[in-house]
Antibody, heavy 124, light 110 residues
Framework: QVQLVQSGAEVKKPGASVKVSCKAS????????IHWVRQAPGQGLEWVGI????????GYAQILQDRVTMTRDSSTSTVYMELSSLRSEDTAVYFC?????????????????WGQGTLVTVSS | QSVLTQPPSASGTPGQRVTISCSGS????????VYWYQQLPGTAPKLLIY???QRPSGVPDRFSASRSGTSASLAISGLRSEDEADYYC???????????FGTGTKVTVL
């Protein structure tokens, strides 16, 4: 069965960086885009970005594009989301999610499988 | 502040029909597919609608959606207690070159 398993909770100081992992299983890793979505405590959902595990190409939310980097390791079927220069406003649960659409086609926002979420807390 | 506006709350009694709106612009809803998600407390979102009006397998046909101009809507008919959740619309925004989520609507079953 399809599973996305994320790394554990992180506590970081302002200005630091965090790298969250998302390990995929149960399907061909390179066949589906992976998105990252975050949710601050008590707030709504916010799209962070997308990675194509096949070619490694990425797309980021404009407000984060200077600080976020998404990478993948095909040998371990894992994607990573790194966020730098952390601020208190980055405190949120970060989810990875699989796009229904295969990487041979244009991506979508139809996310059928989600990771369990990783809480990133930024506090001095 | 999101470019997609939803009402903060909506409510109904069991069996009623509830509609949630999602208002955008020509650079997002007006030109792209809309997707809808349901999020129960403490859980990851669940896909309800894709390509503006398509339901994934397993989603009850009580959930339906439409898009007209720069707005979209999600309807829940035959409201049930388990429908009490937060609902979000999402679409691509051509100006931002990224996906944008709506502000979210909390549905309460009275």
């Amino acid at each position: 069965q399809v599973q996305l398993v994320q790394s554990g909770a992180e506590v970081k100081k302002p200005g630091a960086s965090v790298k969250v992992s998302c390990k995929a299983s149960g399907y061909t890793f390179t066949s589906h885009y992976i998105h990252w979505v975050r949710q601050a405590p008590g707030q709504g959902l916010e799209w962070v970005g997308i990675i194509n595990p096949s070619g490694g190409d990425t797309g980021y939310a404009q407000i984060l594009q200077d600080r976020v980097t998404m990478t993948r390791d095909s040998s371990t079927s894992t994607v990573y989301m790194e966020l730098s220069s952390l601020r208190s406003e980055d405190t949120a649960v970060y989810f990875c999610a699989r796009d229904i659409v295969v990487t041979a086609a244009h991506n979508s926002a139809a996310l059928d499988y989600w990771g369990q979420g990783t809480l990133v807390t930024v506090s001095s | 502040q999101s470019v997609l506006t939803q009402p903060p709350s909506a409510s109904g009694t069991p069996g009623q029909r509830v509609t949630i709106s999602c208002s955008g612009s020509s650079s997002n809803i007006g030109d792209n597919f809309v997707y809808w998600y349901q999020q129960l407390p403490g859980t990851a979102p669940k896909l309800l609608i894709y390509r503006s009006n398509q339901r994934p397998s397993g989603v009850p046909d009580r959930f339906s959606a439409s898009r007209s101009g720069t707005s979209a809507s999600l309807a829940i008919s035959g409201l049930r207690s388990e429908d009490e959740a937060d609902y979000y619309c999402v679409t691509w925004d051509d100006s931002l070159s990224g996906y944008v989520f709506g502000t979210g609507t909390k549905v309460t079953v009275l």
